[in-house]
T-cell receptor
Framework: EAQVTQNPRYLITVTGKKLTVTCSQN?????MSWYRQDPGLGLRQIYY???????DKGDVPEGYKVSRKEKRNFPLILESPSPNQTSLYFC?????????????????FGPGTRLTVL | GNSVTQMEGPVTLSEEAFLTINCTYT??????LFWYVQYPGEGLQLLLK?????DKGSNKGFEATYRKETTSFHLEKGSVQVSDSAVYFC???????????FGSGTRLQVQP
């Protein structure tokens, strides 16, 4: 089954304690990204990766890091979490385009990770 | 920059009522437009999409038409069910970009 998986699904932690949220996809997609969802703001992109070893900042990258050592995995790292990073996080992947129009294709989302930083 | 504006929720309807959730957008290029649905405790699922002006996306009884003249992509359903209760997000992907720009989401509550 084609899917994007995230772990953990729920996490409560304290300020300053480093954490990693894992994301994995089994569809051989090159493009992967992380979003955070906050009430009244919808989803905002944190970081994205066009391919292995190619990552770039999204709209709200401050306080986050990512890595892309393998095509299937795209972990999100919070080196020193703070309460304003309490949010619902989604990983997503995007297949390559058809007919040269990659922007028409559908993103696949993981189930989400609810993070609380105390 | 790009932006998506959705009507404020929650929207509360009785079963079999007609649903409209308004969505308007601004974009610099020629975007593709999407509606995603998020059921309680789950991730986002693509509901429907439209890739060019006057296209109509449809799925599970939901429809939305890409209106370039009014920069809108309103979601409609003729007869909602309790199982349609969820949060609905309008989104766009602009030309040459892969990231989605989302609206703030509209919560729909359908009562029996």
């Amino acid at each position: 089954e084609a899917q994007v998986t995230q772990n953990p699904r729920y996490l409560i932690t304290v300020t300053g304690k480093k954490l990693t949220v894992t994301c994995s996809q089994n569809m051989n997609h090159e493009y992967m990204s992380w979003y955070r969802q906050d009430p009244g703001l919808g989803l905002r992109q944190i970081y994205y990766s066009m391919n292995v070893e190619v990552t770039d900042k999204g709209d709200v990258p401050e306080g986050y890091k990512v890595s892309r050592k393998e095509k299937r995995n795209f972990p999100l790292i919070l080196e020193s979490p703070s309460p304003n990073q309490t949010s619902l996080y989604f990983c997503a992947s995007l297949p390559p385009g058809t007919s040269g129009r990659s922007y028409t294709d559908t993103q696949y989302f993981g189930p989400g990770t609810r993070l609380t930083v105390l | 920059g790009n932006s998506v504006t959705q009507m404020e929720g929650p929207v509360t309807l009785s079963e079999e009522a007609f649903l409209t959730i308004n969505c308007t957008y601004t974009a610099t290029g020629y975007p593709s437009l999407f509606w995603y649905v998020q059921y309680p405790g789950e991730g986002l699922q693509l509901l429907l999409k439209a890739t060019k002006a006057d296209d109509k996306g449809s799925n599970k009884g939901f429809e939305a038409t890409y209106r370039k003249e009014t920069t809108s992509f309103h979601l409609e359903k003729g007869s909602v069910q309790v199982s349609d209760s969820a949060v609905y997000f309008c989104a766009l992907r602009d030309t040459g970009r892969r990231a989605l720009t989302f609206g703030s989401g509209t919560r729909l509550q359908v009562q029996p």
